[in-house]
């Protein structure tokens, strides 16, 4: 697969130089010419009726250029939801208008009332407290399953019983029904899969500028995937022809999908920097990211898995509340559905599955997509109902799975396994990472030690998770017909300069992944070219033609896919050229380790003397045009499934009902790995993600509608200090389908981990004779130590 080894090397990260050194360039260090500042005025209540909005007083302000409330925008669209999931009887998606200002009512607390515009922001801060607004505070619904009882509050008048639309996968119910009736043994869970509040370094921060001119917009945007922004911005919400703006994305601090989406701020800005006729920018404060940035997960589940007698599983039914908030976000409606209920299957022959989701508006925080994006939920409710049914039967959860894994299959020999939820898996050996993972954590080992814990006032619980994820969202045919509002491919453009140099302009966004280091490491390896040969290019609409941004650990699979294409493309041409210089026929030319070679002999030509002869095209082919620059779209056939096994040993103090995390065993197949280095850290970081939902994080709203720990001293993030040394492994089966057989690895660790670390607390207890079936995440010392006080 590699010319010059650098595909599967663990090269340092590139861009890492700029980072560390403080020369990274974000959206807030941007000073623009007759820079103005924007703060908001927004809604205190979770529901309210406004009464009216008075700007007088703060428009006579120092400094004060605009204010604008929600009545200057009556005209303007709201911001569009990007995939329609139809209602199970045909009817169309509820999907009330989300707009850039409200006029009539707030709807969460934080729903913006007025943008006041300055020439600082202190000025703007000042000016934005003198707005006057009257509000009469209507009663609010925060639970999903307690917004579709009848008297509920309403979010929207419109949506009459606060469902955006309803859901069903799977098999029919009744066969379903008929398969748990003829079960040994039935598990049945209901859960909270808690809602979480990404935390990304860099907040959300925008910057639009306006020339008359040229009447072209410019937005700065710490965005996921600039393209996006620009077709959604333009083509729904301002209807600005879309070669009138450009919207650049540059260094972006972490974005774990909460930036993947078209944010109402980011089109009012554009639409204010044409009202005023200066550059208007606004980056949020970290009390508005945790009120205002779309939160993860939210999910009320109710899972039922029956068993033979033999321990096989027969079927599955799951009856799901996705809580959505208070409006649509841009990919909202396919988390809890395409994302969640097709992953249902799991790694599992389960042969009947049913899945019915109901998704619902409530008065909080837009939830979206959060690393992992329903693959964390589906996940979580299979793992969980595996490591339960285990002790309810008496069988130790390993064996459990090993009864019940899918054998293995590598997609081109075996064909690639067909789910009952609609996706075919493309290839896997599950049980290969299951024994991995055994082997590592000693496990015979770990169980004699838990037997002896007890001794020392002490609970050990040993948690399982086998996962699998779909990455590299499937070809944009199939995504349309179930409702994508875009299509999912991605672009790739490969630009080799005439001294040999290339540059690669990619349509996928880095924010984190080292893609300026991956991406170069596949097209120097290709070309056989040095790395520091390299550029890549990314965030820009005006340098890149088009792209979809990176998001599903898509971008090697979808964006490295293309720019292969491209390279194929280059050295194709530079064979004719080569022949040429030559005196060879094309077809006798070969390419490797950066020569063109004429086959049998010793008659080549390096690389980059092809590259000045595309551009000085003295000696060249009369038939072939000059200059050595390709772009390609790569469609990706179907999804990618990476997958693993995630083990984690657990202390639980009887006294305090404190969970110490000893040890954590990952052993993940990503498919094949370009730089192994980059690959664990992001292991890693999902790890602590996934840790965090599981022992630290959750978002607790009160039955007013307001976030009680909307800061870093109420919300709990995991530190360096909470976690053991990560013991990670892997395994290698590579994707048939993609030209570079990757598969993802950006989400894995979030994926795998919380559902291992609360089987393993809840494993601890049970060994001390507490048969408790949930605990509700995050698994707090007071929660655990209520679980304790459980009479045995």
Known sequence: MST????????????????TTGHGNYTDDIILPQQTYAVFVRSQYAHA????????????????????????????NGVPCGWQVNFKNGDTMKEPKHPLLVADKARHAGDAIAIVIA????????????????????????????????????????????????????????????????????????????RLVPNAIEPRSYNSSY??????????????????????????????????????????????????????????????????????????????????????????TKAEMGFDAEGKILALRVKTYANLGAYLSTFSSCVPTYLHGTLLQGLYTTP?????????????????????????????????????AAHEMNVDPAELRFKNFIPPFDGVQQPGYQTQVALQYDS??????????????????VRRQQQEAAGNGKLLGVGFSTYIEACGIAPSAIVGALGCRAGLFESGQVRVQPTGKVSVYTGAHSHGQGHETTFAQVVADKLGINLEDVEVVHGDSEAVAFGMGTYGS?????????????IDKIIEKGKKIAAHKLEASADDIEFASGRFTVKGTDKS?????IALTAYVPHVYPKDLEPGLDFSSFYDPTNFTYPFGCHIAVVEVDKETGKVELKRFVAVDDVGNVINPMIVEGQIHGGLVQGIGQALFEGAEYDENGQLTNASYMDYCLPRADDLPMFETGSQVTPCPHNPLGVKGAGEAGTIGAAPAIVNAVIDALWSGGHKVKDLRMPLTSERVWHALQEVI
Not at 4 to 19: C, Q, S, T, Y
Not at 428 to 445: H, I, Q, R, S, T
Not at 554 to 566: F, M, N
């Open 4 to 19: 010059n080894g650098l595909i599967g090397r663990a090269v340092k990260r590139v861009e890492d130089k700029r980072f």
């Open 49 to 76: 009726k406004i009464i009216s909005v008075d700007t007088s007083a703060a428009k006579e302000m120092p400094g004060v250029i605009a204010i604008f409330t929600g009545a200057d925008l009556a005209e303007v």
């Open 119 to 194: 020439e600082t922001k202190e000025q703007a801060t000042d000016a934005a407290e003198a707005v006057m607004v009257e509000m009469e505070e209507l009663p609010c619904v925060i639970d999903a399953a307690k917004a579709v009882q009848p008297g509920a509050p309403l979010v929207h008048d419109d949506v009459p019983d606060n469902k955006s639309f309803d859901w069903v996968l799977g098999n029919p119910i009744d066969e379903v029904n008929e398969a748990m009736s003829r079960a040994a043994h039935v598990t049945t869970l209901d859960f909270v899969n808690q």
């Open 211 to 300: 020339d008359p001119a040229s009447e072209k917009y410019t937005l700065y945007t710490s965005s996921q995937n600039p393209h996006l922004i620009r077709l959604l911005m333009c083509a729904f919400v301002l209807g600005i022809p879309e070669h009138k703006v450009r919207v650049v994305s540059p260094d972006v601090g972490g974005g774990f999908g909460s930036k993947i989406f078209h944010y109402t701020e980011e089109a009012l800005l554009t639409w204010c920097s044409k009202k005023i006729g200066r550059p208007v920018k606004w980056t949020s404060e970290r009390s508005e990211s945790f009120l205002l940035d779309a939160h993860g997960r939210d999910h009320v």
């Open 352 to 388: 009947k599955i049913n899945v019915d989701v109901t998704a619902v508006f409530t008065h909080t925080t837009p939830v979206d997509a959060y690393r992992g994006a329903g693959r964390p939920e589906a996940t979580y409710l299979l793992e969980r109902l595996l490591d339960l």
């Open 428 to 445: 896997g050996n599950y049980e290969g990472v299951l024994k991995k993972g055994l082997d590592m954590l000693g496990y015979a080992d």
């Open 554 to 566: 898509r971008s090697l699979a979808v964006g490295g896919s293309a720019i292969i294409k491209s």
């Open 605 to 609: 030509v390096g690389f980059g003397e």
